[in-house]
């Protein structure tokens, strides 16, 4: 990425979102304040949406999953059968639809989407090449959400923190246990 070259590099942080893009746009702007290059992906289809996920020539280091998710997985909506042939679940697309399908050498990706932080969407993401996957198993308050991810790319981006570190800091916000969000990596 041609911003890595500036004089004053900029790192590249890609944003997907799923469904209602508010949130993408809130995590935009929070993170070019913080000096980072946003790619705002805004797929129509689950298609499109594993598009976004396979990424073998140059993958951001960065990669945000932004939207709701449910106890069936990424919720994606109702479609038509002549939209996608995806077999979706009430609407939503499971780890087992991501597996085989991700390719993001060594992109760390940070889902905002309640219940996505489970050992299957992290096995999917790590067998495709991601350096770490942070997700919560639960229902993270919305609204804190944002503040969270703020907090763990300001650690990253300005203080030069540790993956660990940042997500540490970050969780400070976390003082009733609501947010709980996990961090897997392939070792």
Excluded: W
């Excluded at 979102?17 to 508010?22: E, F």
């Excluded at 702007?29 to 000096?35: D, P, R, T, V």
């Excluded at 990669?63 to 994606?76: M, Q, R």
């Amino acid at each position: 990425m041609v911003d890595r070259n500036f004089l004053f590099p900029r790192t590249a942080v890609g944003i997907v979102a799923v469904g209602d893009s508010g949130e993408a746009l809130l995590l935009r702007a929070m993170l070019e304040s913080l000096g980072a290059s946003v790619r705002l992906y805004l797929p129509g289809t689950p298609e499109d949406i594993l598009a976004c996920l396979k990424q073998p020539d140059q993958p951001p280091p960065y990669l945000i999953i932004s939207g709701h998710g449910d106890e069936n997985g990424l919720v994606v909506g109702e479609f038509d059968t002549e939209v996608t042939r995806i077999g979706l679940k009430d609407g939503s697309m499971c780890a087992d639809i991501l597996s085989g399908d991700i390719d993001l050498r060594d992109t760390v990706v940070f889902s905002t989407a309640c219940c996505t932080g489970s050992e299957a969407f992290a096995k999917a993401f790590m067998e495709g090449g991601a350096r770490a996957y942070i997700a919560s198993p639960g229902y993270p308050d919305g609204a804190a959400t944002p503040l969270f991810v703020h907090l763990f790319f300001y650690e990253l981006l300005i203080r030069k923190s540790l993956l660990e570190d940042a997500l540490r800091h970050a969780n400070t916000l976390d003082t009733d246990g609501q947010l709980g969000f996990t961090l897997f990596t392939a070792s």
